[in-house]
């Protein structure tokens, strides 16, 4: 009977490892938003959690990115042939070499961003969700939490209609008690004060109950 239940345990595990990212299957649990353990079967890949189902997914790295250098090339390689299309770090890459990875499935665009100005980051996730045959966004930071929770943050407000205080506390919980320098009232403050909607990047209703949360 152990021996069953660690079977099925097991292939739990499998199957959550092995899910597919691209499936828009009426958002995420506030649990996998929340996760803690994940790497999404990236190694190296910490606090991999879902934003948008099949469209966008955070995380950051274990241990964080000290040198700055973002994804290797064999995580970029991972992320393309699970069928992300596009990656952007968040605020740290200051030594990180941009660009396109080719592999089997496609190709993956990894491109440097900024939380305190997200147009690019938002325009293309809006990109993904008109086409369904495009495959999701990752955005992450150095430890997977202030940056890259800031960008899911405002993309919450732009495709799902969260108000900014509810997607403040969404971000507020995700950072997992992390210390912020100056306050962390202040600092997500601070960067919603530079996001407004673009009111050129809405989605239908029916494209919102394929990707939001639950």
């Given amino acids: 009977m152990r021996f069953l239940t660690s079977l099925i345990f097991i292939g739990v595990l499998a199957t959550a490892a092995n899910s597919d990212v691209t499936s ?4 995420p649990s506030n649990s996998q938003m929340l996760s803690k353990g994940s790497d999404g079967g990236v190694d190296g890949v910490a606090f991999f959690r879902p934003v948008l189902s099949g469209v966008l997914y955070r995380s950051g790295f274990k241990g964080g990115d000290k040198d700055r250098t973002g994804l290797s090339e064999g995580q970029r390689e991972t992320l393309c042939g699970e069928g992300f299309s596009t990656g952007f770090y968040a605020d740290f890459g200051k030594n990180t070499e941009y660009g396109r990875t080719s592999c089997g499935n496609g190709s993956f665009d990894y491109q440097s961003a900024r939380s305190s100005r997200p147009s690019a980051v938002m325009a293309s996730i809006h990109e993904v969700i008109e086409n369904p045959g495009k495959g999701p966004v990752l955005v992450h930071c150095m430890w997977g939490v ?3 929770g800031a960008l ?3 993309a919450l407000v732009q495709f799902c209609g969260w108000t900014e205080e509810r997607a403040k506390d969404y971000w507020n919980e995700a950072r997992n008690g992390a210390p912020c320098s ?3 009232d202040q600092w997500i403050d601070s960067k919603f004060s530079k996001f ?3 009111p050129n990047l809405t989605i239908s209703t029916e494209q919102q109950a394929a990707i939001c949360p639950k």
């Fill in 196 to 198: 407004s909607v673009d």
């Fill in 146 to 148: 202030h940056s890259s």
């Fill in 24 to 27: 828009r299957n009426g958002g």
């Fill in 182 to 184: 100056g306050g962390c």
């Fill in 152 to 154: 899911s943050a405002m």
